[in-house]
């Protein structure tokens, strides 16, 4: 049985890569750039709230 840790961490990161290829997908309209924001998940999406 894995870790409940492990579990949320593999989530949380599902979630922001889900979160930063929508975001990027909607703005660009680029599968190129959905994969690099997908890739930077978080980064991402912070930089956009920021922005």
């Known amino acids: ?3 409940k840790v492990n579990i949320n ?3 949380g990161i599902s979630l ?3 979160i930063a290829v929508a ?3 909607s703005n660009y309209n680029s599968i190129l750039w ?3 924001h997908g890739l ?4 991402y999406v912070l ?3 920021i922005n």
């Open 23 to 25: 975001i990027s997908w």
């Open 9 to 11: 961490i593999n989530n």
């Open 16 to 18: 922001g890569m889900a």
């Open 34 to 36: 959905a994969i690099i």
């Open 1 to 3: 049985m894995k870790p």
């Open 47 to 49: 930089y956009f709230a």
């Open 40 to 43: 930077l998940n978080w980064l």
